[in-house]
């Protein structure tokens, strides 16, 4: 079942067109990453899913609501973290779980939320004396106190350290486990090859690729590249022979195969039928940030981080 359905999404400012024509759906339960080069239009889209902004043309709908038309019934069932909190420096943790938690019918208890989200020793600290992690985790503690049933996260894990990203990925599964719809937007190829079921690249407004990680990277055309040592001399030809094949190459004496599919299994079975080892066999995988390049022409941004 479709929880969001945009359809030729258009919006300007003024004269500058954001959003030029976007259409995707987000199914029940999945984790949907929205991926895009700076500028191409993505907060522009989640706000206006959000009924933050009005579009100037197409049809939205979350959870069979029209954003801004139904934005009071919207607001009780989708949780929204975007890119600045707008939180007073001032405010205590536990002060603004139970202020956001007053704006919902049915909220989680902000204390158990603390502790979910390892915040329980924070309760009384300051906003403005959180650490960037800490930030991030009181941004989803706000996001889903209302209890949604879809929850939007923009650029949640941009500028967190390594350890804090996957401490933040868990608690996006977490969430998502929970049986909460997740949009996600992301520059970080890594964090949507990990946590997204699908993902729609957008670049100047529109959307270039919609489909899977894998499938994403798997059309990059890079597909997957072996190399390795025969154990024993090798006719080439009963390589280039296997469809899964698609060129092979020689570095001294290795051999580089590039192929598609179950290219792996393809070449091991060859080779063991003629009882010939693979020694120091490595295996590459196409990525999603080649996709990503490819598709768009250019890089994302902060570029890609080690995780
Ligand atoms: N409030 C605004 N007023 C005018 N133009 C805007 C406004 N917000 C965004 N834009 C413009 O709309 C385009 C899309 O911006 P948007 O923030 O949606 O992109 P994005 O994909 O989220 O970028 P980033 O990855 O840098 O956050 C950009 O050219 C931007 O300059």
Known sequence: MAVIEVENLHKRYGDEVAVHDVSLRVEQGEIFGILGPNGAGKTTTVECLAGLRPAQGGRISVLGLDPVRDREALRQVLGVQLQESGLPDKLKVREALHLYASFYRDPADPGELMARLGLADKAATRYKN?????????????????????????ELTTGLDPHARRTTWELIEAIRDSGVTVLLVTHFMEEAERLCDRVAVIDAGRVIALDTPAALAARAGRGQRMRFRPSAPLDERLLLALPEVTALRRHGSQLEVTGTGNLVHAVTSLLARRQIIAADLRVEQGTLDDAFIALTGHGHGPGREAA
């Open 130 to 154: 959180l650490s960037g992690g800490q930030k991030q985790r009181l941004a989803i503690a706000l996001a889903i106190v209302g209890n949604p049933r879809v929850v939007i996260l923009d």
